[in-house]
C-alpha cells in the first residue's frame, strides 16, 4: 500500500528575480513497509522535502498525498488531525515542548488527540523505555537532560502510537554511534512492522538502513534502487 506520494511537487519561495527554487518537480512514492533515505548537500531541498511529507509546508505546484488523501484539500483542522494521528516527526532541534516533561513531550501526540492522561502516559513511558530512557529522565524537562536524552524523547514521540508515516530529520546527530545505531533499529523496526519511513541523513552507513535512497541536488531528485555506498558519485552523474 502507498503511504506517502509526491507527484511533480515544487516549492518556491518568493517571487521574480528573488524567487528561490527549493525543490523542483519531485516525485517520490513510498509502500507500506519501506524505508527511504534522503541525502544530499546542505541547502539541496532535503528538510523543504521532509516538511512537504508532513504537510508542515505546502507544495507551490504539484501534489502531495499521506494514504491517498491530498493533503492540499483537507481543512488547517483535519490536516492537524492527519498529522497527529498518523505522522511522527523527528525534528534536528528535537522540538519539545520546554514546559513539558519527557514523558508529556512523548505523550502529546496521543493527549491532543483525546487519550486519557494515564493511559497517554503509560504508553509514553513504554516508549521511552523503548528509546533507553529510564523513568527518572521521563520526569524531566528538557533542559534538565542531556542532547541525547531530548534526541531521544524525540524519537519516542515520533514512534508513540499507530503512526503510518515517520518523517525524520538527521536523527541520530546529537547520539553516540552506539545509540544511533539502536535508534535506526528501531526506526527500521517500525517500518518492518507495516509503517513508511523518510530518513534525511548524510551518513551513508545511515542510509545503508534504508531501502532506497533518494539524493537531491538543487532540488532536484535522483532516486535509486538500493543504499549507496559512494553517494559522492551522483554529484558527478547531476553535473
Known amino acids: 500500500m502507498t503511504v506517502l506520494r509526491l507527484r511533480g511537487v515544487s516549492r518556491v ?3 521574480g528575480h528573488n524567487a528561490v527554487h527549493a525543490l523542483l518537480d519531485a516525485d517520490l512514492t513510498i509502500e507500506s513497509g519501506e524505508m527511504v533515505a534522503i541525502m544530499g548537500p546542505s541547502g539541496s531541498g532535503k528538510s523543504t522535502l521532509l516538511n512537504l511529507a ?3 509546508d505546502m507544495p507551490t505546484s504539484g501534489e502531495v498525498s499521506v494514504e491517498g488523501t491530498s493533503l492540499s484539500k483537507l481543512s488547517r483542522k483535519r490536516l492537524a488531525a ?3 494521528r498518523h505522522v511522527g516527526y523527528v525534528f534536528q532541534d528535537y522540538n519539545l515542548v520546554p514546559s513539558l516533561t519527557a514523558a508529556e513531550n512523548a505523550a502529546l501526540p496521543l493527549e ?3 487519550m486519557g492522561v494515564s493511559k497517554a502516559r503509560k504508553a509514553a513511558l513504554a516508549a521511552l523505555e523503548e528509546v ?3 523513568a527518572k529522565v521521563a520526569d524531566r524537562f528538557p533542559d534538565e537532560i542531556s542532547g541525547g536524552q531530548a534526541q531521544r524523547t524525540a524519537i519516542a ?3 508513540i502510537g499507530e503512526r503510518r508515516l515517520v518523517l525524520a530529520d538527521e536523527p541520530t546527530g546529537a547520539l553516540d554511534s552506539a545509540t544511533g545505531e539502536d535508534v535506526l533499529k528501531l526506526l527500521r523496526k517500525r517500518c518492518d512492522e507495516g509503517a ?3 530518513l534525511v541523513t548524510h551518513d551513508a552507513r ?3 538502513w534504508a531501502d532506497r535512497v533518494v539524493f537531491l541536488r538543487d532540488g532536484r531528485v535522483v532516486d535509486t534502487s538500493a543504499p549507496l555506498e559512494q553517494p559522492e558519485s551522483l554529484f558527478e552523474e547531476a553535473s
Open 82 to 84: 492527519l498529522r497527529r
Open 112 to 114: 491532543l488527540d483525546g
Open 54 to 56: 508532513g504537510g508542515l
Open 13 to 15: 519561495h518568493g517571487d
Open 206 to 208: 545511515h542510509a545503508g
Open 157 to 159: 514521540r515520533a514512534l
Open 132 to 134: 533507553g530512557l529510564d
Open 196 to 198: 513508511a519511513g523518510l
